[in-house]
Structures are given as C-alpha cells and as structure tokens.
C-alpha cells in the first residue's frame, strides 16, 4: 500500500480511455485517497460513472482556463483535507485545425490556447498546491515525444509540450526546497479522446508498435504504474526528469 495516507488531485479523467484513469487505477489500488476533476458537466456523468468504483473520491469542477475555478477547486481542499500529497496534471488541448498540415499555418489564438491549457496550467496548478505540501509532496504531468523531436501533425501540441517539460525543471528547482518534486511521463502512444483530435494519429501509433524495442502499444496502465512510481516515495530522489515510458520508441533513430 504504496499511497496508505497520502491524498491528491487528479486532473484530466475524461473517460475510461483516459491515462489519467490508468493512473487513478493504480494509485487507488495502493490506498491513495483521491479528488477527481471533471472538464465541463458533459463529461462529468463520466467520471461520476467511473468514481462509483472508487472508495468515495471527491468530485469537483475544474476547467483549467479559469482561475477562479482553479482558485475555489484548492479552497475545497484546504477545507477538506488541509493537506495535500500529490498532484497529477494529464491534460491537454489544442483545437483540432492546429494538429494537421503544416505547424507553420499555426494562428496566434491556437498557440496562445494551446500553451495555456496544456503548459501554463501546471504552474498555475502548482502555485497552489504548494502550501498545501507543507509535508512535501509529488506533482506529474504529461508529455509526448513531440515536445522533444518533429512529430508530424503534432504541431503547435509539441511546442506546448517543450514548454511544458522546461515548466517542469523550473518547477523541480523553485519547489525542491520545499521537499516538492516536479517530474513528467512522456508516454507512448494511445487512442483517447484527446488523441483522436490529432490527424493521421492511427498511423502513428502501427509506427510506433513496428519500430519500438518492445513491439507493442503503450497501455495506460503501465503508464499508471510510471506514475505510482515518481508520486509514493519509491520516487523520492527523482526531480525534474521527464520519464518516457514508450516501450523503448524515443531511443531508434527513426
Ligand atoms: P483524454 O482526452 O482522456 O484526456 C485529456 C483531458 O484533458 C480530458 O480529461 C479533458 O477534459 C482535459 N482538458 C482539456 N482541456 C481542459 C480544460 N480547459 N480544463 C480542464 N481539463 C481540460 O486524453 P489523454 O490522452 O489521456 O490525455 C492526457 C494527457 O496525456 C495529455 O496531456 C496528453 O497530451 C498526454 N499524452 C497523451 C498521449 C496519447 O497518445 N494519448 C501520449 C502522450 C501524452
């Protein structure tokens, strides 16, 4: 029981496709006591489907372009809880005209977009989950191999990708005084929802399975388990690392 006593919030379940529904999987197993976000009300019939099987989560609102609601999710668990181990941020967005053709048509209103739900909101994020981690605690997020290498159609996604993997050193660096780690999972791969917004990405993942060292499809819960890792404390000497968990793919040439 890896998470025993450890209590955190998770960012990013849409469905049961979702890899943040792998990493809320593995963390319940161990005993972690969990506070699932939801978008919008539309996807929030999911997540209360999905949290049935889970020992009593709390369940709140958090669309990530809005401060205030970023504000009032953080008041509730000051209230709730008045600590707060870890946190998990495995969301990300840009508009499905972005993620084809060329990044060189990318419009100043998808980047800014782009930029702001899938890299700004982990800083907003940890600014206010920090005092909250007077204990120390863990924060994650999500990258792609797109963030480090040309992906095609992945775009402007990429760019935001990068800045969200620097946020991640500077993060590790300003808050590992505080005995706080910032790290990323860059996983392989999968069909989900956000996925299925990037043209050509069927294609993308028969590459990845006939060129990566392990042969197969990265699952969102070996993705899950990559997380359990870096957020309870067999993570503990681990700060800033963006860990690929991508059956080997990011270490071929091509
Ligand atoms: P998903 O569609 O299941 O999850 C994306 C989540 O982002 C959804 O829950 C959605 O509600 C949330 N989101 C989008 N805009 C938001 C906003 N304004 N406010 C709050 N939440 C918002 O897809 P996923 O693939 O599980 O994505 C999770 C993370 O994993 C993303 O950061 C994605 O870039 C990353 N990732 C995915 C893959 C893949 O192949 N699927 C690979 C590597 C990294």
Redesign the pocket.
Known sequence: MLMQGKRGLI?????K????WGITQKLAEQGAELCLTY?NER?SKNVRELAEGLNNPLLLP????SDKQIVMTFERLKQEWGHLDFVVH????APRAALEGQFLATSREDFRLAHD??AYSLTALAQMAHPLMSEGGSILT???LGGQRVVPNYNVMGVAKAALEASVRYLAADLGPEGIRVNAV?????K????SGISGFGSMMRHHRSRTPLRKDTDIFEVGDAALFLLSSMGRGVTGQVLYVDGGFSIMAE
């Open positions: 960012v990013g379940v849409a469905n496709w979702s890899i943040a978008q996807l958090l669309d990530l372009t495995a969301a990300a967005f739900i899938s999500l990258s792609y860059s996983a392989g791969p999968i989900t929802l956000a996925a």
